[in-house]
């Protein structure tokens, strides 16, 4: 038989995932596929589980100089309605899933999955999202890009729990972000790309790319970025080929049920291009 655990405070929370073995559900929209069962209804977890979304601790969106917060239960939905959360994360979570799952799903849970089609992932890890984890032991932060290790794989001990999503206040020029998927909502990324960049008189201050399932979790090279900063923008319009050569190497899609990686490989590198050459 399985334990569901509902804490309603976050104390009471760590203090369960401390003393049992527990898978923990946010909004359940992954785990609730990942679990289903055909003979047992609703759903078939195989082990104990606890519930966090009435912990109201996790439910806040704030800010303060350098960082906006994300509380790990807050729904998909009041993060696109927050006027704190950049421009970029709002308009990639509407076009994630759709306005009944995104009432309960959560930006935690899309992360804790880690997916290589995670659409969150691309615009968190361009905006260098950082990871707040916290046990009964403590509090640490993390950057997302080490937080996840692999396909469906995260740095984060049995007794520790995702509290908040934090990310860096920056301010750009142009951010922008494409998905392309077989429809326009409920659907699941065959691709996706966000780009950004700040410029100043002309001058490239900031430049950042990311591609979405095209490898095992998100691309971003900052060693290539860094290439282009410095320079003026015709500069880098004019070296749109020679950039798109250097991220060749790094879009390594698979076929799967969703595409193929001809298609993958050959969209991804047409929206960089593209990107490039919309600098304004
Ligand atoms: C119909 C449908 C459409 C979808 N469309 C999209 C889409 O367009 N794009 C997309 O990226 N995804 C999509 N998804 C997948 C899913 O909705 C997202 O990944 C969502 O963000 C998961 O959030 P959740 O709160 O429901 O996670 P849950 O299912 O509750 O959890 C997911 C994983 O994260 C872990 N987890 C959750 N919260 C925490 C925490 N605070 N600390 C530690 N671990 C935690 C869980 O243990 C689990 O392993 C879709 C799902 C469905 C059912």
């Given at each position: 038989m399985v334990t569901s655990y509902i804490p309603l405070n976050l104390d009471e929370c760590l203090k369960i995932l401390s003393d049992k073995q527990v898978r923990i559900v946010a909004g359940g929209t992954d785990m609730l596929i990942q679990n289903r069962s055909h003979t047992s209804m609703p759903i078939g977890f195989k082990s104990d589980v606890c519930y966090?979304?009435?912990?109201?601790?996790?439910?806040k969106i704030y800010e303060d100089e350098t960082f906006v917060y994300i509380g790990s239960v807050c729904s998909l939905e009041a993060i696109m309605e927050s006027e704190l959360v950049p421009e970029l994360l709002k308009n990639t979570i509407l076009e994630m899933a759709s306005p009944a799952i995104r009432h309960t799903a959560t930006l935690a849970g899309n992360i804790g999955n880690a997916s290589p089609a995670g659409d969150s992932l691309v615009p968190l890890y361009l905006l260098d999202a950082l990871v707040e984890k916290r046990s009964i032991k403590g509090v640490s932060k993390v950057a997302l890009s080490d937080f996840?290790?692999?396909?469906?794989?995260?740095?984060?001990?049995?007794?520790?729990?995702?509290t908040k999503v934090i990310i860096p206040k920056i301010s750009f020029t142009k951010s922008y972000f494409k998905k392309v998927g077989p429809r326009l909502s409920d659907a699941i990324s065959k691709l996706s790309f966000a780009g950004a960049y700040k410029l100043e008189n002309d001058l490239v201050k900031d430049i950042r790319i990311a591609f979405g399932s095209v490898n095992v979790t998100v691309v971003r090279r900052r060693d290539l970025e860094e290439r282009l900063i410095g320079k003026t923008k015709d500069e880098v319009k004019k070296m749109v080929s020679e950039i798109v050569d250097w991220y060749e190497e790094f879009i390594k899609p698979i076929d799967d049920q969703r595409s193929n990686k001809e298609y993958r490989k050959s969209i991804s590198l047409k929206l960089l291009r593209s990107f490039i050459e919309n600098i304004e």
């Open positions: 966090i979304s009435n912990i109201e601790e996790l439910k996840i290790t692999g396909v469906r794989k995260i740095d984060l001990e049995k007794d520790e729990l995702i």
